[in-house]
């Protein structure tokens, strides 16, 4: 329990669990295993006969995998989630969940270089096996594509100059360092908002590095073919980015947000979602886990084409 706490603390945990409406024999997929928080509490619920498939990219979690019958631990992107469970034979599953905050893990472990807190490297590649760093990144893209990454996945007003900053910077030496490239940007910050957006640039870069929306988009596109009617599908986000995409999905089956009908009128909307607005953590929640603060719950139910 100690290791669980050091990783990963599971936000929204009984809300979401509640939300699975867990089968004990049923077939399950937690889409975002990292500390394995959410998977051991899932896997306590099952009997002999139930199973959950717990999916990671980053080899840090299969340390973590759960010495249980009931639980496989698939070492890939969420994004390939239909292909997997082809291989596994699975046809289709009682529900899916999918955490998309960064652990403890990857904040605290230094090295990764995820956090402005520590001096590292600029990594932040979930899978460290390969695909591009933070490094590249920074010193590689163009001016013009660089505050593109910065404002659409940081929204700072800021981005611009940020970018020019940076790329006058790394003319006279890379930057290769978490403290390098905060020395580059912190002078066209708001002093009173430096931490939060220092956050934000991270952030962007983050999402940049790992092709996080992209991945989303394909992870969320393939649950409507591998959850079984009245199935459920939980995701928990963090920022407004991801969330907007997991809102216009799960109420109109697209990412647009845009409702669309047959010619008999009938929504095509894959999922109905389970109450209006998003599931939060409490006061106490969150002086539990300060980071649970930003999470937001959304949860739908697979519709019965048939029905619909």
């Not at 995820?114 to 979930?126: E, I, P, Q, T, V």
């Not at 992209?214 to 920022?239: M, N, W």
């Not at 009938?266 to 998003?278: L, N, V, W």
Request: include cysteine; glycine fraction near 8%.
């Amino acid at each position: 329990m100690a290791t669980e706490q050091v990783y990963h603390i599971p936000a929204l945990l009984e809300q979401t669990l509640q939300s699975l409406n867990i089968r004990p024999e049923g077939i399950y997929v937690d889409a975002t295993f990292g500390g394995g928080g959410h998977s051991r509490a899932i896997v306590e619920r099952l009997s002999a006969a139930g199973h959950l498939y717990g999916f990671d990219q980053d080899s840090d979690a299969l340390a973590g995998a759960l010495p249980d019958e009931r639980f496989t631990m698939v070492y890939s992107n969420f994004r390939f989630l239909r292909n997997f469970l082809r291989y596994y034979g699975v046809e289709a599953v009682d529900g899916v969940l999918a955490d998309l905050g960064v652990s403890f893990h990857h904040f605290d472990d230094a090295e990764r270089g995820f956090s402005f807190r520590a001096d590292a490297r600029l990594d932040m590649r979930m899978n460290r096996q390969g695909g591009l760093s933070a490094v590249e990144v920074v010193n590689d893209y163009s001016e013009e594509q660089l505050a593109d990454v910065i404002y659409l996945y940081g929204e700072l007003q800021s981005a611009r100059r940020i970018a020019r900053a940076v790329a006058n910077a790394r003319r006279t030496e890379a930057i290769t360092t978490v403290n390098q490239l905060i020395a580059v940007a912190e002078p066209l910050l708001d002093r009173r908002r430096a931490k939060k957006e220092l956050a934000c640039l991270f952030q962007a870069l983050r999402i940049e590095v790992n092709g996080e929306l992209d991945a989303l988009k394909q992870f969320l596109s393939q649950t409507a073919e591998v959850i079984a009617p009245g199935g459920r599908l939980a995701i928990i986000t963090y920022h407004s980015l991801e969330d907007r995409l997991v809102k216009n999905f799960l109420r109109t089956g697209n990412f647009a947000g845009k409702v669309e009908t047959d010619l008999y009128g009938r929504s095509e909307r894959p999922f109905r979602p389970i109450g209006s607005k998003p599931i939060v953590a409490d006061a106490a929640e969150v002086e539990r886990n300060p980071r649970s603060r930003s999470a937001k719950l959304r949860v739908a139910e697979r519709e019965n084409p048939q029905q619909q």
